[in-house]
Structure formats: C-alpha cells, structure tokens
C-alpha cells in the first residue's frame, strides 16, 4: 500500500503555507495604509442595523467591489499565464 504524503513533501507543504501565510500578513500590514481601502465597510449600500441589545451588518457594496477586484486581477493574470 502506498503512502498518501511522505513526510519531506509534507514538509513542503506546510513550509509552502508558511510563505502564504507571511505574504497575506504582509499584505494586510500594507493595506491600511492605502486610503480607498479605509472606506470599505462604511460605503452607501452596506447596511447597519443596530438595536439596544443587537448589532448586524452587512457589507453588500464593499463586497461587491472586492469581488469585481478579484476578478479583475485573477482575469489579468490568467491572461499572462496563457500567453
């Protein structure tokens, strides 16, 4: 029977995950600092309700933009990938 994952790919992989992990922190750090990115979450259409006891949100339009965003960059680099 043949072993799933030894462990030196194993290692590979988390190690991999590491690296994810570290450039996601990365990017989070950089991104206060860009100032669109400051107004997600309190844009017209993202809906707040808040009663005495209760508090709901719910970011639609931010989530829209981040969406088109993403799209539009994973459009761009699969583009770049396929030439």
Do not use: Q, T
């Given at each position: 029977?043949?072993?799933?994952?030894?462990?030196?790919?194993?290692?590979?992989?988390?190690?991999?995950l590491?690296?994810?992990?570290?450039?996601?922190?990365?990017?989070?750090?950089?991104?206060?600092?860009?100032?669109?990115l400051?107004?997600?979450?309190?844009?017209?259409?993202?809906?707040?309700?808040?009663?005495?006891?209760?508090?709901?949100?719910?970011?639609?339009?931010?989530?829209?933009?981040?969406?088109?965003?993403?799209?539009?960059?994973?459009?761009?680099?699969?583009?770049?990938?396929?030439?």
């Open positions: 029977m043949k072993k799933l994952m030894d462990l030196s790919s194993m290692g590979r992989l988390v190690i991999g590491g690296v994810v992990l570290i450039v996601l922190g990365g990017l989070l750090v950089l991104s206060s600092r860009v100032p669109l400051k107004h997600l979450g309190y844009l017209p259409g993202d809906i707040r309700i808040e009663g005495d006891s209760f508090s709901c949100f719910f970011p639609i339009v931010s989530m829209i933009i981040i969406s088109l965003l993403l799209s539009l960059a994973l459009n761009l680099i699969l583009r770049l990938l396929h030439r």
